[in-house]
C-alpha cells in the first residue's frame, strides 16, 4: 500500500515557478513508476510527466516539454516536477500517481488506467 500526498502548488504569474512535490509512504517506493497527471475543470485528466523506479528515463507530454523537469529522490520517497515558464493554460488541478509496470514502456505511463495509488491533487493557477 502506498499513500501519495501532493504539495506546493499555488497561483504564479504567467512565466513564473513552481516545484510541486510527491511524498509517499511505503518502504518500498522507491520500486515505482511515477507519473504527473493534471485536470483542468470540464477536461479529462491528461499525462504530464513520468519517472521510472530508478529514475533513467522520463517521459513528457509534448505541452511541458522544455519547461517542466521531473526528479525523485528515493532516499526521501519523494517526487518532484519542477515547472517553469508557466503559462495560463497550465492552470489545473495536478495529481501525482504510482504503480508497478511491467516493463519501461511510454504507453503504461500515459494512462490514467495503469495507475493503482493517486494523491488528493494540489491545484496550480497561473495567472495573465
Known amino acids: 500500500q502506498v499513500q501519495l500526498v501532493e504539495s506546493g502548488g499555488g497561483l504564479v504569474q504567467a512565466g513564473g515557478s513552481l516545484r510541486l512535490s510527491c511524498a509517499a509512504s511505503?518502504?518500498?517506493?522507491?520500486?515505482?513508476?511515477v507519473g504527473w497527471f493534471r485536470q483542468a475543470p470540464g477536461k479529462e485528466r491528461e499525462f504530464v510527466a513520468g519517472i521510472t523506479s530508478s529514475a533513467s528515463i522520463t517521459y513528457y507530454v509534448d505541452s511541458v516539454k522544455g519547461r517542466f523537469t521531473i526528479s525523485r529522490d528515493n532516499a526521501k520517497n519523494t517526487v518532484y516536477l519542477q515547472m517553469n515558464s508557466l503559462k495560463p493554460e497550465d492552470t489545473a488541478v495536478y495529481y501525482c500517481?504510482?504503480?508497478?509496470?511491467?516493463?519501461?514502456?511510454?504507453?503504461?505511463?500515459?494512462?490514467?488506467?495503469?495507475?493503482?495509488?493517486w494523491g488528493q491533487g494540489t491545484q496550480v493557477t497561473v495567472s495573465s
Open positions: 500517481a504510482a504503480s508497478v509496470f511491467p516493463r519501461n514502456s511510454a504507453n503504461y505511463y500515459y494512462s490514467t488506467r495503469g495507475y493503482a495509488y
Open positions: 511505503g518502504p518500498t517506493f522507491s520500486s515505482y513508476a
